[in-house]
Structure formats: C-alpha cells, structure tokens
C-alpha cells in the first residue's frame, strides 16, 4: 500500500509541471540593457494600440471622429493614459458627449486640475446639461490663444467655463492680461455665456520656483479683465483656500479625490446658477418672499432669519441664536401649494457664510405619514453646495418615502448649532421631470393632526384639565366608527427621539406617531399617541425622558381619561412604541406596578427595554419584566437572542418579526407587507382574548 501511494505522489509531482508549462504565461523577462528596454516598451504601446483600434472600430463615426481629434490634440503623456482607459472600459474627462437636444451645451477649458473635476461636473449637472471638455490640456494664455479655434470647433455653445493660471505664472502680469483679453473677445463671438474659474491655489516650492503669490498676482490681473467684459467669475480660489491641507496633495499643485470632487461640486452649482433661463423651463423657481411674513413661531428655532431681495433672486440668511441640538427655519407650503407632481427633486443652494465648518440639511417634509427625504453635508466655511432632494426616494427595499402631493414644508437644519452659524439659502427650486406619481395601492394615508374637539375619524391635539397653559399634549384619535356609550381597544403609542439625519427624519413629537393607525388602520380601536414630558420646563421632551416618572403618571392619567369620557375599554390597552418609544414599552410603561397593570400586550419597534439607552440597562429591564401582568409581546425588527430572555421573564407570548423596510422608520406599519398583516392578525387575536 505504501509503494502504491508513493508511486501515486511521485506521478503527481511529474505531471504538475506539464500542466503549468501548458497553461501558465511565462514570468516577464527584466530587460538587461537600453535596447532591450526600448524594444519592451515599444512591444507593450503596439498591444495597447492594438486593442484601441479595435475599440475604435467598434464607435460610431461622430465617436470616431472624437477620437480623432483627440490623438491630434492631446500630448504624448495624455493620450496613452486615454487610450489604456478606453481600453480597460473607463470613464475620463475626455469622454465622447452624445448631446441631449433639449439641454444646454457646456464647454470647460482648462488644465489638469479642470481636467480631475470634470467628471463631477458631468455627475452633478447629469440631465441638466450636456457637458463637454476642449481636447487638451490646455496649459497656458499662449497655448489658448493657437488652439481657441479648435477647443471652440463648429458646435454653438451656451455657457463656457474656462481657466489659464497655473501654466501661466512665470508669464508677465502684462503678457498674461493681454492675452487673457483676447481669449475673452474671441470666447464672446461665440455668443454663449462666459464664466471665468479663478485660478486655484499653490504651494510655495523654491526647487521649482513656484510661489503661491504668483497666483494671487494672476487672479486678481483676471479679475480685473473679466470685470472689464462682464464675464461671470466662479471664484474656485476662495472656495478652496481654508481646505487646502484636507484637499490639496502634500507640496503639489493638484488636489485629491474629495478635492477634485469638492471643485466639482462648485463649478456645477455655478454654471447651474448661469445657464439661460430657457433652460431652467424644467427647473421652476419656489418662491419663498411669503416666509419674509411668517407669523408662525414653529418656524423658527434657534435661528433669525432676514430675506433679502437681490437682482440674481431672493437670498434667505439664516444665524443661530444659541447653542441647540438642532436648529432649523422652516418654509411652509404657501396658500396656492407647490406643483411637485410629476417632477424629479428639490435644490436649493446653500452657503456657509459663518467662521466655522456647518453641518447642514434641506429636509422635503410631507404629512399623512409620509417620511421626509433629506440631503445633507458639512460644509467649510465660504463653501457653497447643491442640495438635491429626490421626490421619487425609497427605503431600501423600495417602499416610497414621500408623496409629493403631501408635501406641507421645506426646511433648513442644522445639528448641533451654536450661535455663530450662519448659511444662505438661494435658488429653491423644483428640478426634472419624473413618471406620473401613483400611490401604491396598499398604501395607508394618516389623517392630518388637526386643532379640535376629538370625533370619529379625526386625529386631534389633546389636552388634559391643567395643561392648557403649558406645550404638553397628546394626539387623539377616535375610530371611524366610534359610537359614544360604545367600548373600543385603546393602543397607546409612544415616538423615538428627535433625530435628523440623510437617512431618518424623526420629530420626537406625538404627532409623528403612526404605528397606532397602522394596525387598526383607523377603525375598531381608539389611538393614543403619548409625548415624554418634564412639567419643571412645562413642555414635551423631544429627547430622552423628560421626567421618566412625570411621563408614567401622564400615561395613567390620559388613560384613565380616555378610558372615562370616550370609551376606552380597560381591559384591552396595547403598548407601542418606535425607537426610543420602543424602549419606553418597559422602561415607561413598568415603571410601577400601577402602570405595569394597564397593559395586555406590548409591540416595539427597533429597539426595547434593556438595550442601555439613557439607562435602560439590562438588569433594571429584567426587575421592570417581573411587573409585566400581560398576555403577549410582538417586535418588530428586534432581536430575539437579546431580548428573548425578557419575554420569558415576563412570562409573555413572544413573537419576533423582521420588517425587510431596510430603515430606521415606520413605513412599514402603513401598507400590507408580511410582519404588517401578521401584526394586525396578533392585535385582533389579543384583544378578542
């Protein structure tokens, strides 16, 4: 057996070899002189230009003729890096541009650091503009003025972007103002709308005599000429100035992948601030002067606003008051709404005008239970950027965030505010066209809070006896068939904290309960959406307890009330809660053996009791389960390894249920998913129990 199996190893090892020799390349051979070298090198640009004639081939003639001009145009060093792109199957800046007949044509001149924005210029302005790139790196005012032509070629153009100032600065202050005059007067025939980029900044660097005021000297020489012509200046210089350490390469000219991206970013929101406005029929202005007359205090916080006419369109500035979770000013839909069917997204323009790096939001708010959808980044200070709020967003498994026939505001937020923030907002608009918008057939719309006496069917701001002198209020909502003298369920509902980010878009108030009407979806219960109190300030706490035992004796006293005057009926209260309400189930909800003896289930959402939030410690949860008097728990996006062992504790019928909405919100309670129907089916079974 041994003789077998060494034979069998030894054949083995024999045939491996003939298997590599057949399959595998031969290692590249080092070149051992000059020769050699050059004969590698030459072998290796045939193959390259090999494959990219037969890419070429493969394009249409008007590609093929871009091609074309670019081998004439571009150096030895730019279009072998070009052709070994077009042959791996990327995208550069100097991409072959099928136009869009019913969008403006876009020009940039400029060198290599043009040429590293440029595809973030296409990115940001995609369905807005069709964006081309001369065919060159087109290096100095003296290279400009032999090529201009050609960059320029027979096509008309409606805006030109263009820079020289990096090539030129060991070019004379008077050579350099010249020759910049006659590239402006040749640019100026073509009738399109000119916009000069400031020429970024530089390094000093003595081994290769750069100084960095030899382009503060040139941008303020080109300054000079272009207000001398009127040509619109994009001033890239100042944009950049406070992020050169974060942005700029270390003792280079040339900026990193968040610094090209930065640039980019720039350029597109100017030259959208420049195109024609035959152009913007797709992009309707959103008027917002009304908010100069707004009456309302909820919409302001922590902010002064002033809105300030301009010829460019009205400039709303915006400064903190004081230090703030979160500050915000808020523009409410106006009387005569906002046409939002059928297009694309929201922008706006936004500047940080304040000494310190801004995190800032452009929140699309609805109502009925729709999320809001949100844009946001910090911005540096004298940074400015688009904003863009997609109308059609979706959760991430495409459930839709937002009805844009129930938008009701616009805002502006801004975390963790202090008193010298300071943004400007300009250019609000509604931007692209979209499919005609339908709502998803199993989609259930929540009734609107409304200011009232408490009726079937209406979901109302309630106070009890003594607050009417205080913010504290809950939301009310009778069923569509509620019959004074009748009883009905009562679910109690508890909301997360406030909480704004790109993805989440949570008040912390009662009002943005929907969990209730998603499982009764309006009928056979009544819903009671709790607020977190603290009575020492006289308001609801939109972040963490308030007063965790002033919000349990709030809870016992709503829902005796409720239970007095409307018909709640005692034996059948459902606890629910999102997020931080999820949490409140146990931590609120079994603060006493008072409050614990309310209950005949709980159904929590993304989060419970004992998870150690604001100390909700595991230990302290599992003394609160023994108070549990209920029947059973639903959870809706939990863990069942982490809170499994509560459940036991509390003796209750569990139930875990996974959502598959992917988010940090409640949609999924509003139409008719699995853990949805399944949820509904649990309530009706607790309460006939």
């Avoid at 991206?261 to 959208?272: H, I, P, R, S, T």
Wanted: overall charge negative.
């Amino acid at each position: 057996m041994k003789h077998i199996l060494l034979t069998v190893i030894l054949f083995a090892c024999a045939a491996a070899p003939a298997r590599s020799q057949s399959s595998d390349k031969p290692p590249p051979v080092e070149p051992t002189n000059a020769t050699e070298a050059d004969q590698q090198k030459a072998s290796k640009e045939s193959r390259l230009e090999e494959k990219y004639q037969a890419w070429v081939a493969l394009l249409t003639p008007q590609q093929q003729a871009w091609e074309r001009v670019l081998q004439s145009e571009l150096d030895g060093f730019y279009f072998p890096i070009h052709k070994r792109e077009k042959v791996a199957g990327k995208s550069n800046a100097w991409d072959f541009i099928q136009d869009d007949p019913n969008l403006p044509r876009v020009l940039l001149i400029g060198d290599s650091v043009s040429r590293a924005y440029t595809p973030t210029v296409r990115e940001e302005l995609e369905g807005k503009a069709n964006v081309h790139r001369a065919p060159a790196n087109c290096g100095p005012t003296a290279t400009g003025l032999k090529k201009m032509d050609i960059w320029l070629g027979d096509e008309n153009w409606d805006i030109i972007h263009f820079n020289f100032g990096i090539h030129d600065r060991f070019t004379s202050i008077a050579d350099y103002t010249q020759r910049l005059e006659q590239i402006v007067k040749r640019m100026q025939q073509t009738g399109a709308v000119l916009v000069w980029a400031s020429t970024t900044p530089i390094p000093d660097d003595p081994e290769k005599n750069n100084t960095a005021a030899s382009i503060i000297e040139r941008n303020a020489a080109a300054e000079k000429v272009m207000q001398k012509y009127g040509v619109a200046i994009d001033d890239l210089f100042t944009a950049m100035t406070p992020r050169l350490a974060e942005l700029q390469n270390p003792n280079d000219v040339h900026f990193n992948g968040p610094g090209n991206e930065f640039l980019g970013k720039q350029v597109a929101m100017f030259l959208w601030s420049q195109l024609p406005k035959q152009f913007k029929a797709c992009a309707d202005s959103l008027d917002f002067s009304y908010f100069a007359n707004a009456t309302d205090p909820g919409d302001l916080r922590s902010m002064k606003a002033e809105l300030i006419a301009a010829a460019t369109g009205d400039v709303l500035t915006l400064e903190g008051t004081e230090t703030a979770r979160y500050a915000w000013a808020t523009l409410p839909v106006p009387k005569r709404g906002w046409e939002l069917v059928g297009r694309a997204s929201v922008e706006a323009s936004i500047t940080n005008c304040g000494p310190s790096p801004s995190e800032a939001m452009l929140c699309v708010v609805p109502d009925h239970g729709w999320d809001a959808v949100v844009d946001s980044a910090t911005l540096a200070p004298g940074e400015s950027r688009r904003f863009s709020c997609d109308l059609r967003a979706t959760f991430p498994d495409g459930t839709p965030k937002l009805d844009p026939t129930r938008v009701r505001k616009m805002q502006v937020v801004v975390p963790k505010a202090t008193g010298d923030v300071k943004l400007e907002l300009r250019d609000l608009r509604i931007v692209g066209k979209a499919s005609p918008w339908a709502i998803p057939p199993d989609r259930l719309e929540v009734p609107s809070v409304e200011v009232g006496l408490p009726a079937a069917g209406r979901r109302v701001k309630y106070q009890l006896a003594g607050d009417e002198q205080t913010s504290i209020y809950c939301i009310l909502q009778l069923p569509r068939d509620w019959k004074p003298g009748m009883k009905f369920p009562l679910i109690v509902e508890f909301p997360g904290n406030i909480y704004y980010t790109q993805d989440c878009y949570s008040t912390g108030l009662p009002d943005q309960c929907v969990i209730s009407y998603g499982i009764t979806k309006g009928s056979g219960a009544i819903c009671v959406s709790l607020p977190f109190i603290d009575r020492a300030v006289g308001g609801i706490a939109e972040h963490g307890w308030g007063n965790a035992d002033e919000t349990a004796e709030y809870a016992e006293e709503v829902v005796e009330e409720i239970c007095t005057k409307f018909g709640g009926d005692e034996k059948n209260i459902l606890l629910t809660g999102f997020s931080r309400g999820a949490i409140a189930c146990g931590y609120i909800g079994l603060r006493n053996d008072h409050i614990a003896s309310l209950w005949k289930g709980f159904h929590a959402c993304q989060h419970y009791d004992g998870d150690g939030w604001n100390g909700a410690t595991m230990d302290g949860a599992m003394e609160r389960a023994r108070r549990f008097k209920g029947k059973a728990v639903f959870q809706t996006d939990n863990s069942s390894a982490m809170f499994q062992p509560l459940m036991d504790t509390m003796g209750a019928e569990a139930i875990f249920a996974r959502s598959g909405l992917g988010a940090h919100a409640c949609a999924m309670f509003l139409d008719d998913r699995h853990s949805t129907l399944q949820l509904r089916e649990w309530f009706v079974k607790l309460v006939d129990d």
